[in-house]
């Protein structure tokens, strides 16, 4: 189970990274059609990423967040924390 | 406005505590050409930006630098959480410790705290892009030193990381200072501030790039 959770969020850090990369080039290459679709497509799994983990772990964003017994956002553990914390 | 992500840019997991690699670290923080100056530096920069895609680019980075804000500060967490009393008084900690315990402070690695003064807001684009170019490259040299001074896989690898970020980001302004440069008057750059003055074509051309 461990490790299902740390290679999800490690794709995660992948797919992420893609879409931070694509997202700085798109800004000076503002009409690059492949560059687009590019975005569209690694930010369509990006989501769907998120939402998996989200159900699975903890939601990594707010707008994952919604909770019923207990504040999932405020118990998720905290990126500076590490593995070996 | 911003949203947070619970996770970092690049993973940071660090098993062994040492204080003298955070002592060094530490530079990228709060020192003359750390992360907090970079954020700072675009995110105020951008506002005098005549160029909505160059003014979006210097929130887009702004905000990566962010991210990178949160690892040095997680490396430098990671490489002094636990220490020992004896760790600390060896290593050259103490000065640091008698402040700060082991809280993460925006300093220099020589002990100078994080300021304004170490970057511009000159309300100039071309200028502020020029200064920029230049931030992301002393960056990279901080990096580069950082890099000779280490040696432990599990600290070199999210700085490596962000070293080649900063040649990334180096590229991206030098097409942001092209892209401001395309709509300002191709004989003189230099004739008038895009941000501040009226220029002489303002009345019949409105197309002239300058902000008015």
Redesign the interface.
């Known amino acids: 189970m461990g490790n299902n959770k740390d290679q999800l969020l490690r794709d995660i850090g992948i797919v992420g990274f893609v879409l931070t990369d694509l997202s700085l080039y798109l800004d000076t290459h503002p009409f690059d059609r492949n560059a687009m679709e590019y975005f569209n497509h690694y930010n369509r799994i990006k989501h769907q990423m998120e939402k998996e983990f989200s159900m699975k772990y903890f939601p990594l964003t707010i707008n994952m967040a919604e909770s019923n017994k207990e504040w999932r956002w405020g118990m998720a553990p905290l990126p500076w924390e590490g593995e070996c914390g | 406005m911003w ?13 062994e505590p040492n204080a003298k690699l955070a002592q060094v670290i530490i530079s990228q923080y709060g020192g003359p050409d750390g992360e907090m100056g970079a954020s700072m530096r675009y995110l105020s920069q951008r506002y005098s930006m005549p160029d909505r ?2 003014a ?2 210097l929130t ?2 702004g905000t ?1 630098e962010l991210a990178h804000l ?1 690892m040095v ?2 490396i430098v ?2 490489l002094t ?1 636990n220490l020992s009393m004896e760790e600390i008084e060896k290593s050259g900690f103490a000065p640091y410790y008698v402040d700060h315990t082991v809280g993460v402070w925006p300093q220099a690695a020589s002990g100078f705290p994080f300021t304004a003064a170490q970057f511009q807001v000159t309300g100039d684009p071309v200028t502020d892009l020029t200064e920029d170019l230049a931030a992301e490259q002393k960056a990279r040299t901080t990096y580069d030193n950082i890099l000779r001074l280490i040696k432990e896989p599990d600290v070199c690898e999210p700085i490596k990381f962000l070293r080649a970020r900063e040649i ?2 180096f590229q ?1 302004f030098g ?2 200072l092209r ?1 401001t440069q395309d709509k300002l008057d191709g004989k003189n750059f230099y004739a008038f501030n895009p941000a501040f003055d009226r220029c002489k074509d303002c009345d019949d051309k409105p197309d002239c790039g300058c902000n008015n």
């Open positions: 949203n947070y992500e619970k996770r970092l840019e690049f993973p940071v997991n660090i098993k895609n160059v979006g680019l887009d980075i990566e949160e500060a997680t967490h990671q959480r990334v980001h991206r097409e942001a892209m």
